[in-house]
């Protein structure tokens, strides 16, 4: 097949500053009176999905909004912890929307669309202010102003959070907006339904099938354009941070239908997540990022000292100064324990390896992540402000304790939950998890995919985050998607619609809706001997080991061939109980989620054996300094790997397409931290 | 650890229910409760008889976030742990060889799809009732600097915020009500200076919906607030009562 794609991605040709406010302009309109003949599909309720619903039925267009869950308001986003990113320069640090850019574009290791970049930075002050427009009860300080923190991989204080439950207030807002349109009847809400396929005619969106998963009945939905923020595919490795059901099906469907996939291989692995205790484990739970402002990271600087630590028979308190390790600070001494999660990740991963990690858990693996020093600082200072002369160190303990609860102590409480150790007396213990996906379905700048018709937006595409995203800019690029972008450039697209009718009698309809009916009894007949669970775990330890935190070409290659035998193993072996006209039946959800994963991760394989370079998350062993870090090549690489289906082909004949990123803002720079 | 468990099995809403009992061995402290269904239900599957199927329960972010999972667990909701959710309960809380009762939420308003699994969609009509502070979100808005709140009004907004929507305060209150579930939600915008102006309407609409959906009325046993995982406060309710009564005056 001719290589004969050519890129469109609609990104405009003026300067980067005014990119935005051009295009916007340009775009065309729908009038009010013909935006209740049209109907948009949904499908998540996330932050992208659900401030994208919320927006566009405000606008006037009839919303069908998705979710897999019994409520929109339990979507994943719900989970974030640390906090949303805005160039506001509240605290005259001297930010600014360029160092937001900048910071970003730098943090993505020169591998995300500098055009993109710059919208989200541009929009993102606007997001805050929406959101405390509507209810959300950022964090205040005692004038009464917002307050802000920093994260990792930046010089300022941008971080706008509402304790560690930032995305649950973020979520909870777009949801009641949703829920005012819902009354209205401008939205209709399905829950707890599940798309299962896109619907194209003649190459353009057109609709969904999708499962009701109380009834087991398939359904046919049409509408004039499908978004899709069916969130990240991080789930994949089996353990991970995200929700038990995070899946890429929908996304995955449109990219078998057309859509291109783009960047497949960047994985986010945040380095604090509590470490995996035992095989009985299901998922892995984050601790925010934001810890790392007030704590500080650590091992042994002895190996006898770490098999001490291991077996128990030395608490982390015994452990004197002189014979800890702080490695972040050692190595990265400009950035310290706020360096950007790919190299906080490695650094762990680097000593770990080396034998000195703290956890008794089959691989060894675990740090400290000490706030004994935050406690004592603050007890200091706030005795101070108290007046309390010489206060002993109990005092400062208990005062500094306060201050820390103020501000995380609901993942203090998470963590003593799981662990049954108090991170107020002792140091939290932490290893990196898979988190985050930066590929996703490649979008333009109007967020279209190769599909018209077919948008997607949220964590679902790729484009802001190159190969490293920073924290606290996922909430941020999810809501600037939904509340700010899409509402105009669909538009543009559905101006050409306003006259068409749309109807589910189409014979691409039946004919998708058969595919899914038959993939169902498939699945359901296949009376194997093995539940869907075994093949997910056994799927997330191939892509642990091989397509994780570093990667290499003999490694990645196994992974491929060890992908393709599960997959057929799958197929050949894999039991799903009950009846095919039965209702609910959590098995086979988990089935085809799976099933979809199996592809998908021989995908990603693919992508990390293509890039020949180490950028940001993805780190190819082969290319490294020779201190260890990660070795770019922008000659060959900077470009952004686009796969295209072919239909009827294995996903090993999958075409790669080149879409060459051009840096006229920034300038691109070997990224360093130290 | 080794458990016996019974558990409430229900085909659907229609049929009736019963306890079946199951043994399961070999399950770490150190496990979740969730995780332990878990190895259970995937030892129902290997069993592969057709008719024994895995037990339904409802979960998602398994860290105590979404609100998704339920669970009455030797009668109480979220089990024997305080402030703490199903997905969070570890096994080290139990005893070994100990008896496990596993039910749904049981209200009226809360109708059981499956085994554990019940149908909390009245909670998401009372939110559409009125929930929700009436800003467009698609225009500009003022900056978020404008109106200054106190630390202190913030704060206490946030607490009352942090509802997750479990229904755990619906299941464990003997009239079956949402008073603390919809206080919450009143409280929080009643708090903001920007949910203010409709705080009126919302909380009669609420009320209203509140009562229509089935939930019974408070009569101040404060069970809900020993069983929210969240911790919300009982407070809430009184200063809902207080708005409620406001919004009769002028
Ligand atoms: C533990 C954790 C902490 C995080 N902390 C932060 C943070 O502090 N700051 C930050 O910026 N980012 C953070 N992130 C990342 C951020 O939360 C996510 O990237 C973001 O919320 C994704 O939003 P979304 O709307 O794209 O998807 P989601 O919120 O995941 O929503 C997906 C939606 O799609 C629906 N769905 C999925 N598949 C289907 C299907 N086939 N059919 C129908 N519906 C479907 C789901 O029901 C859901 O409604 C964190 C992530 C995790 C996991
Ligand atoms: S008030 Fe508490 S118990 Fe009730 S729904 Fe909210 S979090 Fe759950
Ligand atoms: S599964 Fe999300 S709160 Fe328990």
Redesign the interface.
């Known amino acids: 097949m001719k290589n004969s794609f050519k890129f469109h991605s609609e990104i405009p040709v003026t300067s980067l500053t005014h990119k935005w406010i051009d295009h916007k302009s340009t775009l065309k309109l729908v009038s009010p009176n013909n935006r209740s003949n049209i109907e948009i599909i949904v499908v998540g309720t996330g932050l992208a999905g659900g401030?994208a619903a919320?927006?566009l039925s405000?606008?006037g267009y009839r919303v069908k909004a998705f979710c897999y869950?019994?409520?929109?308001?339990?979507a994943?986003s719900?989970?974030a912890q640390g906090g949303i990113n805005a160039s506001?320069n509240?605290k005259g640090d001297n930010d600014s929307i360029y160092q937001l850019f900048y910071d970003t574009i730098k943090g993505g290791d020169y591998r995300s669309r500098e055009a993109n970049v710059y919208r989200l930075a541009e929009i993102s002050s606007?997001i805050?202010?929406?959101?405390?427009?509507?209810?959300v009860?950022?964090?205040?300080?005692?004038?009464?102003?917002?307050e802000t923190r920093s994260f990792g991989g930046t010089k300022v204080s941008r971080t706008f959070y509402?304790?560690g439950?930032t995305g649950?207030?973020l979520l909870?807002a777009?949801?009641?907006?949703m829920?005012?349109q819902?009354?209205k009847g401008r939205i209709k809400?399905y829950?707890r339904h599940e798309m299962l396929d896109l619907v194209t005619v003649d190459g353009v969106a057109k609709g969904i099938i999708a499962r009701n998963l109380?009834s087991g009945k398939i359904e046919k939905h049409a509408a004039h354009a499908i978004v899709i923020a069916s969130g990240g595919y991080g789930n994949i490795f089996f353990l991970s941070t995200n929700?038990?059901?995070s899946n890429a099906s929908a996304i995955w469907k449109v990219h078998k239908k057309g859509g291109f996939f783009a960047n497949p291989c960047y994985t986010q692995i945040h380095p604090t997540c509590i470490p995996i205790?035992?095989n009985?484990?299901?998922?892995l739970?984050?601790m925010s990022e934001s810890l790392r402002n007030d704590g500080r990271i650590w091992v042994p600087n002895k190996l006898e000292d770490a098999v001490f630590l291991r077996n128990g028979s030395k608490k982390p308190e015994d452990i004197s100064e002189e014979n800890r390790d702080y490695y972040l600070e050692r190595r990265y001494p400009s950035f310290g324990n706020l360096v950007p999660r790919d190299v906080a990740s490695r650094a762990a991963k680097e000593r770990c390896d080396k034998g000195f990690g703290i956890e008794n858990n089959e691989n060894k693996e675990g740090v400290f992540l000490d706030f004994s020093f935050s406690i004592e600082k603050y007890g200091k200072e706030k005795a101070n402000e108290l007046g309390i002369q010489q206060p002993s160190s109990l005092d400062k303990k208990k005062l500094g304790k306060k201050i820390m609860e103020s501000k995380y102590g609901?993942l203090f409480?998470?963590y003593e939950?799981?662990t049954?150790e108090d991170p107020y007396k002792t140091p939290m213990k932490i290893y990196p998890a898979v988190h985050y996906t930066m590929g996703g379905l490649w979008v333009d700048y109007n967020l279209m995919t190769s599909i018209p018709g077919c948008y997607v937006i949220g964590e679902a595409n790729f484009s802001d985050h190159g190969s490293n995203r920073l924290g606290a800019s996922a909430l941020m690029q999810g809501l600037a998607d939904g509340?700010?972008i899409l509402?105009y450039t669909i538009a543009d697209y559905l101006s050409k619609c306003i006259t068409e009718k749309i109807s589910t009698k189409h014979i691409a309809f039946q004919q998708a809706e058969k595919n899914v009916k038959d993939r169902i009894q498939k699945l359901i007949q296949n009376n194997g001997?093995m539940?869907v669970?075994?093949f997910h775990k056994k799927l997330g330890n191939i892509m642990w080991k091989y397509v994780g935190m570093s990667r290499n070409h003999i490694g990645l290659c196994k992974a491929i061939k060890n992908i393709q035998e599960l997959r057929y193993e799958f197929w050949k072996n894999v039991?799903v109980?009950?009846?095919v006209d039965d209702?609910?039946?959590?098995?086979l959800e988990k089935a085809g989620r799976v099933a979809d994963f199996l592809e998908l991760g021989e995908l990603m394989a693919m992508d990390a054996l293509n890039r020949k370079e180490s950028c940001g998350s993805h780190f190819r062993e082969e290319y490294q300094t020779k201190e260890g870090e990660a070795l770019r090549d922008d000659v060959h690489y900077k470009y952004v790997s686009v796969w295209e289906y072919r239909k009827n082909y294995p996903i090993s004949d999958e075409i790669m397409h080149k879409e060459d990123l051009n840096f006229t803002f920034a300038k691109v720079q070997s990224r360093s931290y130290k | 650890m080794n458990f016996k468990l019974k558990i409430w099995r229900q085909k659907?809403s229609k049929e009736k229910g019963y306890f079946k009992t199951y043994q399961i061995y070999n399950?770490?402290s150190?496990?979740?409760f969730?995780?332990m269904l878990?190895?259970l239900?995937?030892q129902?599957?290997?069993c592969?008889k057709?008719d024994?199927?895995?037990i339904?329960f409802?979960?998602?972010?398994?860290?105590?976030?979404?609100?998704?999972c339920s669970l009455y667990i030797n009668g109480r909701a979220h089990g024997p742990?305080s402030?703490?959710t199903t997905c969070?309960?570890?096994m080290?809380h139990f005893h070994d060889g100990e008896t496990i009762y596993v039910e749904p939420w049981r209200a009226k308003p809360f109708p059981i799809?499956?085994d554990l699994?019940v149908?909390?969609?009245s909670?998401?009509r009372i939110?559409?009732?009125g929930?929700?502070?009436?800003?467009?979100?698609?225009g500009?808005?003022?900056?978020?600097?404008m109106i200054?709140?106190?630390?202190h009004q913030?704060?206490k907004?946030?607490d009352a915020?942090?509802c997750?929507?479990c229904g755990a305060c619906v299941a464990v209150c003997k009239n079956r009500s949402a008073m603390l579930f919809v206080s919450a939600k009143v409280s929080?915008?009643a708090l903001?200076p920007?949910?203010k102006i409709e705080r009126k309407k919302r909380v009669l609409n609420m009320i209203k919906k509140m009562d229509e959906e089935g939930f019974g009325s408070c009569t101040n046993t404060r069970t809900c607030e020993v069983e929210c995982p969240k911790g919300i406060s009982t407070e809430y309710i009184s200063f809902m009562n207080r708005e409620y009564i406001q919004s009769f005056t002028i």
């Open positions: 401030s919320a927006s405000e606008l869950q019994d409520s929109p308001r339990r994943h719900v989970a506001k509240y606007n805050i202010d929406q959101c405390v427009a509507q209810g009860p950022f964090a205040r300080d005692y004038a009464g102003y917002l509402a304790k439950q649950q207030q909870l777009c949801y009641s907006s829920a005012r819902i009354g809400m829950n109380i929700a038990m059901g205790h035992g009985y484990q299901s998922k739970t984050l609901n409480h998470m939950k799981i049954n509340y700010f509402p001997n539940p669970d075994f039991f109980p009950g009846y209702g609910l039946n959590s098995e | 659907n399950i770490s150190n496990s979740s969730l995780e878990d190895i239900n995937n129902i599957i290997l592969k057709k024994s199927s895995p339904s409802d979960h998602d972010c398994r860290e105590g976030i979404c609100g998704m742990d402030l703490t969070q309960l570890h080290r799809i499956k699994i149908d909390r969609s909670f998401d939110i559409i009732s929930g929700y502070i009436s800003v467009n979100t698609f500009k808005t003022i900056d978020g600097n200054p709140i106190s630390k913030a704060d907004a946030f915020s942090t997750i929507g929080q915008f903001l920007q949910g």
